[in-house]
């Protein structure tokens, strides 16, 4: 079975500073999808990016750029310029692809990411 | 990108009775899905809402416990019945459709009292 391991529980940066969220998961599949959702105190799931697993490049929106390491099955989030709004957990997903045995989300179980002022 | 509706977005309710949430979509999607997100922890998936069939539930959830309704593309509702304390959680109702990203309502926050 798919797992996703997220080994920050919290986190917190200085406005302005770069800070990075680990995530690591465990498939036996070649080509699946990975996330990372945003969950502020609204509790709105709200994505953030997204990636599939057969390109190579790394994803990349805005501020927000992910270190996808498909051999070491490693989905690190890398924010630049973290602003106050950057503060909510963060969560790491795994989906297999449409067409597999289910196309539901597995979710880490977060990251507390603070922001300083 | 699809727009989901969720109703109610909190309530308190008696233990021994039961609540039913509602997720109107604003278009047609594959899958719908119910996940619960117990407090301070990560969403947990309840089932897969299955139009014009039963729902699928995963481990440890029962169709007496969180019976679903599917009764068309757009609209599903979650029941919690006879509930608890321990049902207090965030329920949220999530779409996708095939290879895109699934998208969330904004939850449903229910206090067992």
């Known amino acids: 079975a798919q797992t996703v391991t997220q080994s920050q529980p919290e986190m917190s940066v200085q406005e302005a500073e770069t800070v990075t969220l680990s995530c690591t998961y465990d498939?036996?599949?070649?080509?699946?999808?990975l996330f990372w959702y945003k969950q502020p105190p609204s509790r709105q799931m709200i994505l953030v990016i997204r990636q599939e697993a057969y390109k190579q490049q790394n994803a990349t929106e805005n501020r927000f750029s992910v270190n996808f390491q498909k051999a070491a099955k490693s989905f690190s989030l890398k924010i630049s310029d973290s602003q106050l709004g950057d503060a909510a957990m963060y969560f790491c997903a795994y989906r297999a692809p449409y067409g597999g045995a289910t196309n539901k989300l597995i979710f880490g179980t977060g990251t507390l990411l603070a922001v300083q002022p | 990108s699809a727009v989901i509706s969720q109703k109610p977005s909190r309530d308190i309710c008696q233990r021994g009775t039961s609540l039913t949430i509602q997720c109107q979509v604003d278009s047609q999607v594959t899958m719908m899905f119910w996940y619960r997100q117990q407090p301070g922890q990560s969403l947990t998936l309840i089932a897969t809402a299955n139009q014009g069939s039963e729902a699928t539930y995963e481990s440890g959830f029962v169709i007496d416990k969180f019976p679903i309704s599917r009764p068309n593309l757009t609209f599903s509702t979650l029941t919690v019945s006879n509930m608890s304390p321990e049902d207090s959680s965030i329920y949220l109702c999530?779409?996708?459709?095939?290879?895109?990203?699934?998208?969330f309502g904004q939850g449903t926050r229910l206090t067992v009292v």
């Open positions: 498939t036996s599949e070649s080509d699946y999808y």
């Open positions: 999530s779409v996708t459709d095939r290879d895109t990203e699934a998208f």
